[in-house]
């Protein structure tokens, strides 16, 4: 006879308690079992959220738990108990097991579950409890077009997507909170006085002074932005001069150590930003905004550094191109308004629209389409920790008319919904979702091309390392190629990927296999190392520099008063102080800045919910957080040698999941 112990932790969600009565079987081999048992501890009140309860069961005839059956009554208020795990301990025989539920118990039905819960669809002992709990799951989790051209989202936040208690996103309290404990009133003097009094607004509490506030007045910074700055992934080589540029090799010869502009671009020494696609977006009354090409060159040191700016995209008298030979102040703030437009595409293309919403209706996929049981959703559910709650809060909090974006972005909300539709049918899985191939088609991958690009060569150890991880993992549940053909979980879910929204589904260009599915491994691997990366590393990158780019007004505007320049006449820096943020608009972009660049969970790898706990998988997650840390500390090495650090995508520091 052996004695059990039996430990549950409830959920941390709203309503995830109850004051139901709790019953449990317990299967071992050879047909052996135990009569119901109602789990209960004595003057204590069970199974409150949040909450660990530990039971003993004594008498039992089998040293080994192979199937756990439980199931609740409807006593109390709530008609269904959360659960996340539940861990079998054998006292006296040291046989221990864990059952991952992550699950809402409805009353009264019985669930069965293995140790670790873990299988494929063909190797599952109990279809019908899986194939009812995705037909509940589907309607939770539906898909809807919540603005005309965005991606696929939630019509509403299922109940396991909200936030646990011990995570909360309140952006309203915590602007009070800061501006509470904050020298922030010296923003209410009146206009900016000098480039001294915009430094003044800093302190060494709650708003230290960003990381670099010369970005402005260095053409080398200014090129730098373009490979450790929050919109890195836009810049490409130039191969062919942009005809609608209106420059020529007499014009551009100063600026290229000797070269011709034809050599210059042979030798692959020349590199464009093109943001053609701000061309008419819809703009805050009384704003305007550019939609800027810039071209820029890789000097004999290696630097690379801006040497024209065309503001807008038509040739006409009034766009010229600006030169670093203009006038200092001129010069500065032809960069300013090309800034000015980069973040207008890093806020709503890099950061909202291709970060947070375009993996929100891959969060909804997978729970339309796989079991918890099933190993992918395991791998993949960490990662999509709070994304869906974090869309709608912010769509609540920054977008609705007088937000955050409509106060401090030109474009506002309706250009900025423009600009997102615009841009999913350019976005490709393939391509701007799988980092490898993104550098190859901007022609950046090649460091003798490109020397100093941190964002791409502190990202490509840990876009490597998670496809290492992803690659063992489905090599482990799927032996060959042919299992995964004939898994129908995930081909239903791969089928919904690119399955065009008017018919169902995510509308994703791109997607690897053919006919609506995978044929192969790699295909597979090649999709979930995307989501993983890009609900981490990649939002890492768009995210956690925001208070260092935007705190400083010149350095990175999210818009600019009057009108861009239409010529080369001398400006000052009374103009440049002019141009810039009101002190009250530029509290507004510290306070939501600084609020986002905050990390609240935990790093990647170390998981703040995790689902695996088959062994083989576990010892995977074990090499994988181990290569990470090893990454990390070769991170931390080039920072100590950098000129400008660029610890952003440093694993220590790069979140899970999509949760701020």
């Given at each position: 006879m052996y004695e059990y112990r039996i430990t549950v932790k409830t959920g941390d969600r709203p309503r995830a308690g109850t004051n139901g009565n709790v019953y449990v079987v317990l299967y071992g081999e050879e047909d052996l079992v135990t009569p119901p048992t109602k789990l209960d501890a004595f003057f204590h009140d069970d199974f409150e959220r949040g909450q660990t309860d530990v039971f003993n069961l004594k008498n039992i005839q089998f040293d080994k738990v192979s199937v756990l059956e439980l199931w609740r009554d409807d006593a109390g208020w709530y008609t269904e108990w959360n659960i996340d795990t539940i861990t079998i301990e054998n006292l006296s025989g040291g046989w221990e097991?864990?059952?991952?539920?992550?699950?809402?118990?409805?009353?009264?039905?019985h669930y069965k579950f293995r140790p670790y819960d873990t299988c494929l669809?063909?190797?599952?002992?109990?279809?019908?409890?899986?194939?009812?709990?995705?037909?509940?799951?589907?309607?939770?989790?539906?898909?809807?077009?919540?603005?005309?051209?965005?991606p696929v989202q939630a019509p509403e936040i299922p109940l396991d997507e909200e936030f646990s208690f011990s995570y909360q996103w309140d952006i309203t309290k915590k602007k009070l909170?800061?501006?509470?404990?904050?020298?922030?009133?010296?923003?209410?003097?009146?206009?900016?006085?000098?480039?001294?009094?915009?430094?003044?607004?800093?302190?060494?509490?709650?708003?230290?002074?960003?990381?670099?506030?010369?970005?402005w007045l260095s053409d080398e910074k200014f090129g730098q932005q373009r490979f450790d700055g929050l919109n890195s992934m836009v810049i490409l080589l130039c191969s062919v001069l942009p005809p609608k540029m209106a420059v020529d090799d007499e014009m551009m010869r100063p600026f290229l150590q000797g070269l011709s502009l034809e050599d210059a671009i042979k030798s692959k020494r020349t590199f464009v930003v093109d943001h053609s696609i701000m061309d008419g977006v819809t703009t805050r009354p009384g704003v305007f905004s550019c939609a800027p090409i810039a071209l820029f060159f890789r000097r004999d040191d290696g630097k690379i550094v801006p040497i024209a700016i065309q503001l807008f995209q038509h040739l006409a008298p009034?766009?010229?191109?600006?030169?670093?030979?203009d006038p200092k102040y001129t010069w500065i703030l032809a960069k300013m308004w090309f800034n000015c437009a980069d973040a207008q595409v890093h806020q709503w293309i890099a950061h909202l629209g291709?970060?947070?919403?375009?993996?929100?209706?891959?969060?909804?996929?997978?729970h339309r389409h796989l079991s918890q049981s099933h190993p992918i959703f395991k791998l993949l559910a960490p990662h999509f920790l709070y994304l869906i709650a974090i869309n709608h809060r912010a769509v609540e909090t920054l977008m609705n008319p007088g937000g955050h974006i409509d106060n401090t972005l030109s474009v506002?909300?309706?250009?900025?919904?423009?600009?997102?539709?615009?841009?999913?049918?350019?976005w490709r899985l393939d391509v701007a979702g799988t980092l490898p191939a993104d550098l190859r088609t901007r022609g950046v991958e090649d460091q003798e091309i490109v020397p100093d690009y941190p964002c791409r060569d502190d990202a490509l150890l840990s876009y490597n390392a998670i496809r290492s991880y992803v690659t063992k993992y489905v090599h482990l549940y799927y032996a060959s190629d042919e299992v995964l053909i004939n898994d129908p979980e995930i081909q239903s879910w791969r089928r919904d990927l690119d399955l065009p929204m008017e018919a169902g589904g995510l509308g994703i260009i791109g997607v690897p296999g053919s006919d609506g599915k995978f044929t192969?491994?790699?295909?597979?691997?090649?999709?979930?190392?995307?989501?993983?990366?890009?609900?981490?590393?990649?939002?890492?990158s768009v995210n956690f520099k925001q208070y260092d780019e935007y705190a400083f007004p010149m350095n990175y505007p999210s818009w600019l008063k009057g009108d861009p320049p239409k010529d080369k006449s001398a400006k000052t820096e009374r103009d440049i102080l002019d141009a810039i943020h009101s002190r009250k608009a530029q509290m507004k972009v510290m306070l939501v800045s600084k609020i986002l660049s905050e990390r609240s969970t935990r790093p990647l790898g170390d998981f703040a919910i995790d689902y695996v706990y088959d062994p083989p998988a576990v010892q995977i997650q074990k090499e994988f957080r181990e290569q990470l840390k090893n990454i990390s500390d070769v991170i931390k090495r080039r920072n100590e040698t950098r000129e400008c650090p660029y610890p952003y995508l440093d694993p220590a520091e790069i979140p899970n999941s999509i949760s701020i």
């Open positions: 097991a864990v059952f991952p539920v992550f699950r809402w118990i409805k009353s009264n039905v669809p063909k190797d599952d002992m109990f279809p019908e409890q899986r194939t009812r709990e995705l037909e509940e799951k589907r309607t939770l989790y539906k898909y809807s077009q919540l603005e005309p051209g965005f909170i800061l501006m509470g404990t904050s020298k922030l009133k010296t923003l209410f003097r009146g206009d900016w006085e000098s480039v001294e009094d915009v430094e003044s607004i800093y302190d060494d509490n709650m708003f230290p002074r960003p990381s670099d506030c010369t970005r009034d766009n010229p191109v600006f030169l670093p030979s291709f970060t947070h919403i375009i993996m929100e209706g891959f969060v909804i996929a997978t506002g909300k309706d250009g900025g919904v423009q600009l997102i539709g615009r841009h999913r049918s350019l192969t491994r790699d295909q597979f691997i090649t999709v979930l190392t995307s989501i993983i990366y890009t609900c981490s590393v990649g939002h890492a």
